[in-house]
Nanobody
Framework: VQLQASGGGLVQAGGSLRLSCAHSGRTVASYWTGWFRQAPGKEREFVAAVKWGGTRTYYAPSVKGRFTISRDNAKNTVYLQMNSLTPEDTAVYYC???????????????????WGQGTQVTVSS
């Protein structure tokens, strides 16, 4: 399985970006897909996660109300729409996926079996 994250870039504060995470190697869409980010000098942290059906979504408090995670299972792709970006959102964003159905903590990096390569998001002030 391979995950391909894309959509990062440079944007001014208050702007928007949409990240995409496409997986290949499995015909069935992932059960859980999450987005994580790592800022310079900081640990990687949870951003958002979505379950297979797309109706169960979860967000870190720092992005709730500004970011929206969604998925298109027909395209095996998960999106992260990021609005009202601030310089504090600057980080490398990673998508991760698992096909395990017994996940109890979607915010934990350890439950995800596959990771994308990361895409840089830079927000200028």
């Amino acid at each position: 399985v391979q995950l391909q994250a894309s959509g990062g870039g440079l944007v001014q504060a208050g702007g928007s970006l949409r990240l995409s995470c496409a997986h290949s190697g499995r015909t069935v869409a992932s059960y859980w897909t999450g987005w994580f980010r790592q800022a310079p000098g900081k640990e990687r942290e949870f951003v958002a996660a979505v379950k297979w059906g797309g109706t169960r979504t979860y967000y870190a408090p720092s992005v709730k109300g500004r970011f929206t995670i969604s998925r298109d299972n027909a395209k095996n792709t998960v999106y992260l729409q990021m609005n009202s970006l601030t310089p504090e959102d600057t980080a490398v964003y990673y998508c991760a996926a698992t096909w395990r159905t017994s996940v109890t903590d979607y915010s934990s990096q350890s439950v995800y079996d596959y990771w994308g390569q990361g895409t840089q998001v830079t927000v200028s002030s």
